[in-house]
Structure formats: structure tokens, C-alpha cells
């Protein structure tokens, strides 16, 4: 399965802005994540997602990000809300464990 990451951009702090991600096939029953990289630093984990819907998030993006799911577009969103200049980095969404092939990504850029 492949992935396309879009919907990024250059956003103000506390500015808000919905990421997307489209996958090559169905996605309905698999658990999936977003992950994000900033400059300089490892790709770290944002956001997880079971085929339900339930959500997690570390707690640097818990209460800001939400993540959510379109089984029959084979979709991903993430809403950033009350973006931060720590928030950006190219964001990328993959499988759960992040096990999958890598998309592009999309970068997002916090800053006044």
C-alpha cells in the first residue's frame, strides 16, 4: 500500500490546519499512524488510530491534534489545532507499527 500525504502549509501560532492522506487500497481493519519529522530530528510517532477509530497521541500534540478516518475514501486526517513552532516538520501518515512504505509526506510550517 502506498500513501499521499496533503493539506500542509505555513501556519501562525495557534493557527489550526487539516492534514489528509490518501491510500493506494483499503485500509478498513488497519491500525494507522501519523508521524512527523522535524529539522534535525528522528521521525517520531504524532498519532494512532485503530480501524475503529480510537485515537492516541503522545503528549506533546494530546489536546491539539486530532486524528480521524474515512475507510471508504481510504483516508486519514489530522486536525492541528493550536499549532506550535515545535509542530513543524514534514508529517507523514504510514501503518501503525510504521512498518509500511513511506509517502512523500507534507510539510507544515508554524511560524509567526
Known amino acids: 500500500v502506498q500513501f499521499v500525504e496533503s493539506g500542509g502549509g505555513s501556519v501562525q501560532p495557534g493557527g489550526s490546519l487539516t492534514l489528509s492522506c490518501e491510500a493506494s487500497?483499503?485500509?478498513?481493519?488497519?491500525?494507522m499512524g501519523w508521524y512527523r519529522q522535524g529539522p534535525g530530528n528522528k521521525r517520531e510517532w504524532v498519532a494512532g488510530?485503530?480501524?475503529?477509530?480510537?485515537?492516541h497521541y503522545p503528549d506533546s500534540v494530546k489536546g491539539r491534534f486530532t486524528a480521524s478516518r474515512d475507510n471508504a475514501k481510504n483516508t486519514l486526517y489530522l486536525q492541528m489545532n493550536n499549532a506550535k513552532p515545535e509542530d513543524t516538520a514534514v508529517y507523514y501518515c504510514?501503518?501503525?507499527?510504521?512498518?509500511?512504505?513511506w509517502g512523500p509526506g507534507t510539510q507544515v510550517t508554524v511560524s509567526s
Open positions: 488510530i485503530s480501524s475503529f477509530g480510537y485515537t
Open positions: 504510514n501503518l501503525g507499527d510504521g512498518g509500511g512504505e
Open positions: 487500497e483499503s485500509i478498513d481493519g488497519v491500525v
